[in-house]
């Protein structure tokens, strides 16, 4: 009888939102876009020195992310917690990327319409091109959706993709601010394309606007990418997902439904993670410790102030996006600063986010370690006026569970929002790659 009861309640807490119909994405067949944006997704061509791809950071090995609180950018060797600060000589890492390498599982749904952990990329179809983003009004026409726009950016970041000043001609346009112009970032990485035979074929054989290869533009390559991501990591066949569609729950334990029933309940995660991927789709302060070198905020530029950097809204200070907790249990580290290395940790950090910060270890975070970035990394963790600034911005009530309450809710987040036939990404690394550079070194 406890066990009907607990399933009456969960299907009580789920039917409560009006919008629990799964949406769909494009089909799940490598079309030739699809395939053209593998390809891209592996390819160091898109890169400065091409020394990194989109797929060093955001790996079907590790989550589609890296395995690390911080990324290693451009500049960095290996892949994943194996990688290194430095490459070729004169090619090393200036800082860390200063926020966590964001997982990109579902996220090709129309429901996700903001991009980045603070949504400086989201859908405004008051904006020439459709997208609000950093390149304001230069920022093309012609982009299929809000994924292919935030592929936009990763190749114009120093940190990440482009290199630094002095390294190569992509890094200069970048740090002149010049993404769009003739000489621009995009137009140096299309030009590229257009130099190899097996590309521009590509690009024929998925484009109908393309005939030779002075029409490839990067805005064909961050299409390419976008319908790569969606159609190939839709992972909607969760046990979630089946419920949602059919109404049953035989295929979860009663352990599972006694976390369902916390996560819809007593613990309140569905007041921020709600709807079919477990997000509102909004930005919240939660006193997640601040790691890393930070975003230039603040008066040393330690700090990192969240969403307030897009709105310039002081409110917004330290709140970001609710992440989807599709696929959960694989995409660590968590949190926008990666702080926590373990589920159970930052699930914790919910439950009391003030006591977490005040006590934080940081031998949680998982950074590749180099003398100058390390004295960098507890800045502001370890300023207790900027911690007490994160604690005061905090919106979550402290709630008390027991530790079979915890691992309850453990199993929850572990078994109903996976899907197992996205755990195994093996096929989805190609082979070999056009430019004939190394897929990993």
Known sequence: MKYILRLLTIIIFLTTFPALAVAQLSPANESNISKLGKFLFFDKILSGNQNISCATCHHPFAGLGDGL?????????????????????????????????????????????????????????????????????????????????????????????????????????????????????????????????????????AFDDINTAADISFVHAANAIGEFEAATWRCDNSPMDQYLRTGSLDTVSPKVLRGGELFYGKAKCNECHTGVFQTDQKYHAIAMPQIGPGKGDGSDGHDDFGRERVTGEIDDRYKFRTPTLRQVAFTGPWGHSGAYNSLEAVVRHHLNPVDSLNNYDPTQALLVSRDDLDQLDFIAHNDLGRREALANANTLEPIELTDSEVSDLMEFLTIALTDTSCTDLRVDVPKRLPSGLPIAD
């Open 69 to 205: 609180s911080l990324p290693i950018g451009a500049g960095g060797t290996g892949l994943g917690v194996t990688r290194e600060t430095e490459s070729k000589p004169g090619q090393v890492i200036a800082e860390r990327v200063p926020r966590n390498a964001p997982h990109i599982f579902v996220i090709g749904n129309d429901e996700f319409t903001d991009m980045f952990h603070d949504g400086r990329v989201a859908v405004d179809v008051t904006q020439p091109a459709g997208f609000v983003s950093p390149a304001g009004d230069d920022l093309p026409m012609g982009l299929n959706s809000v994924l292919a726009a935030q592929a936009m950016f990763p190749v114009t970041s120093a940190a990440e993709m482009a290199g630094q000043p002095g390294e190569n001609a992509i890094a200069d346009a970048a740090a002149q601010d010049d993404l769009a112009g003739p000489d621009g970032v995009w137009a140096q990485l299309a030009n590229r394309l257009r130099n190899n035979d097996e590309y521009v074929q590509l690009f024929i054989d």
